[in-house]
């Protein structure tokens, strides 16, 4: 709670992991925020080794940040965990979980809660941009496409409803992050913002974008650090596609209630292909047995979790998945990484 009023409206989640160069900024833009005193902000840390967890230990131990604080967790809890654990001592009637590797304009909170409350949305996207400049990022995923990926982050100028806010900036409301059971601690990392948009619309609440909120975003900045503020090469690793690729499949079969396992078929034969495509491409068969090979069997092996959590969406469902398939796109996901592809070159995978 900040020292301006013991009733924050919004608590601002920062997950912290090695985020050296870019927490301080991150802090900063919070502070010149017109909403500041009426945020809580709490700061996580997942066991960082770059003194990224003393510097933002220090920040917040300044004057002006009564009330806010630093979570030390002690070692790498991942996306999920992490900032789950860090929204259970939040008390601010919204949660912003925000990634260190953003700046934020000084009315960007001030807009996305008084127009997500004004929308009467549960959740919202603001506008995402690139980090050094106004370039556009995302406002948001419109929908899914015929494989069940995320699809369209298409501009608009004016709110409207969305399927997925981007987990860089997810806004939402606190007693909604809650009931439809937080972030699911499987997924640790990456699509972890998918499914949970996925409960939020099927438990019947909403998710708006607003884009007169801006939020600038580095993106990538662990697995692809190059280039400091601007990303100078397409690079991953095989474990964020390992990730990418299991909690892509695990979204679906959670929340699919018939029609959409469709989807996760398409989406489980999409993934052979694109395992044919990177065997060409990177030529090392340890990168598609994590990625793709370890993805698949996890799967299986996690079969008691996935059908514990159908039984729990089953209790909250109000909206069908033929209600759902009003979030169709016919844009195929995939398509943005050829177009980076063509833009940066061959991706760089590193071998971990």
């Given at each position: ?65 009564a009330g ?42 001030e ?13 919202a ?46 806004l ?20 972890d ?19 007169d ?45 018939h ?94």
């Amino acid at each position: 709670m900040n020292s301006q009023g013991n009733n924050p409206i919004l608590s601002v989640i920062i997950l912290n992991y090695n985020g050296a160069l870019w927490i301080e900024k991150c802090l900063k833009s919070i502070q010149q925020q017109t909403l500041f005193s009426r945020l809580e902000v709490i700061v996580a840390d997942n066991a960082s080794t770059d003194g990224s967890d003393k510097l933002s230990e220090s920040i917040l131990d300044q004057p002006g940040w009564a009330g806010s604080r630093f979570i030390q967790h002690g070692e790498n809890l991942g996306y999920c965990t992490g900032n789950n654990r860090a929204a259970a001592e939040a008390h601010g009637e919204y949660l912003l979980f925000l990634n260190n590797d953003t700046r934020l304009e000084p009315d960007c909170l001030e807009i996305l809660v008084k127009e997500t409350s004004r929308l009467k949305a549960d959740a919202a996207a603001p506008r995402i941009e690139d980090y050094s400049n106004n370039s556009f990022q995302s406002i948001g995923v419109w929908g899914f496409d015929l494989f069940g990926f995320p699809s369209t982050r298409q501009f608009t100028r004016s709110p409207r409803e969305i399927l997925m806010p981007e987990g860089c900036a997810y806004l939402i409301r606190t007693s909604v992050f809650h009931d439809i059971g937080e972030f699911d601690p499987l997924f640790f990392m990456y699509a972890d913002e998918w499914d949970l948009s996925w409960r939020l619309w099927i438990a019947g609440f909403r998710a708006v974008t607003i884009p007169d909120a801006v939020v600038h975003h580095r993106g990538a900045a662990q697995v692809n650090p190059e280039g400091a503020e601007q990303i100078l090469e397409f690079r991953t690793s095989d474990t964020k596609r390992f990730y990418s690729n299991r909690n892509g499949l695990l979204t679906l079969a959670k929340n699919a209630q018939h029609i959409f396992w469709i989807l996760f078929i398409l989406q489980f034969f999409y993934l052979i292909f694109e395992l044919l495509i990177s065997l060409l491409l990177v030529r090392r068969f340890s990168h598609v047995r994590r990625a793709y090979l370890d993805a698949w069997i996890e799967i299986w092996t996690q079969r008691r979790h996935i059908i514990s959590w159908r039984r729990r969406i089953r209790a909250m469902r109000k909206r069908s998945d033929w209600w759902m398939l009003r979030f169709f796109k016919l844009r195929l996901n995939r398509w943005d990484e050829w177009i980076r592809m063509r833009q940066l070159g061959k991706p760089k995978i590193n071998a971990k």
